[in-house]
């Protein structure tokens, strides 16, 4: 794209982010007019928070793979992001949302790979993603609606700011995952103990490692695959929902088990 910079966008992303700025839509010449430049603006922006000290590349996360997360943000699309390490909690834990814009929580299924997907000659599917997945897990989702104006800012430019996410809690690690039904199985969200939806693993792309077939196919056709060891959470179940300080969240997946989260 003539006169795109990727880095001026990567540094506005960046120290908004680490500000806790809300981001306006991004001047002509800076703004990735495509999810292929959403992209691009994406790892740049990852160095910077990495130096920043967020730490290493933890893993990743996939937006708007079910019907309810598509017709709330109007988006007819999966968008990726990375999540870094600083940013992961544990079920139990606490997640401080002072300075954010207006932080919510989503409902997941997660999965660690036991493998790395490197580019192959045909794309992967989600029947060879069955031997790459070493576990299954729950989630939640932490995001922060942090742009002043959604569709005036541009799904390019949400790709490129890891669309919403500020990090993720992950649940207990099932490896015995092989026997259970990831498309049947079903979920729920309860934020202080009132049940705020549901959902089941068919609503991710009709199967969930259909999700993860998609985002190991896009990463390989960057150059950055996916790897061992990384995790990845699929996409909501459920709608996301708006928290505040004295929340307690709580998520249940059915074979995968329940996760909780304070909001202080």
């Known amino acids: 794209m003539p006169g795109f910079n990727p880095d001026a966008a990567a540094r506005t992303l960046a120290s908004a982010r680490l500000e806790h700025r809300a981001v306006s839509p991004l001047p002509a010449g800076v703004a990735p007019a495509d999810a292929a430049a959403g992209y691009a603006v994406q790892g740049l922006l990852h160095e910077l928070l990495s130096a920043a000290g967020e730490g290493a590349l933890a893993g990743h996360k996939i937006g708007c793979t079910t019907k309810v997360m598509r017709e709330k943000l109007g988006i007819d699309q999966p968008c990726a992001g990375r999540i870094h390490a600083r940013r992961l ?8 949302v002072a300075g954010l814009i207006k932080p ?62 500020v990090g993720c809690a992950l649940g207990h690690e099932v490896t015995g995952w092989q026997s259970i039904d990831l498309a049947a199985i079903g979920g729920a969200m309860r934020i202080n103990g009132r049940e705020t939806g549901r959902g089941k693993g068919s609503d991710i792309m009709d199967h969930p490692l259909n999700a993860l077939a998609w985002l190991a196919n896009l990463r390989a056709s960057e150059g950055r695959h996916l790897k061992a060891g990384e995790f990845v959470t699929l996409g909501s179940i459920v709608s996301s929902q708006r928290v505040a300080a004295g929340d307690q969240v709580e998520i249940e997946i059915e074979s995968l088990g329940g996760i909780s989260l304070a909001i202080e």
């Open 89 to 96: 909690l544990a079920s139990g834990g606490r997640w401080t």
């Open 104 to 165: 919510s929580v989503e409902c997941e299924i997660a999965i660690r790979l036991g493998r790395d997907l490197p580019p192959i000659p045909r794309y992967y599917t989600a029947a060879n993603m069955r031997s790459a997945v070493e576990s299954c897990m729950a989630s939640i989702e932490l995001c922060d609606d942090r742009y002043t104006d959604r569709e005036a800012v541009g799904v390019p430019t949400l790709i490129a700011d890891d669309f919403y996410n």
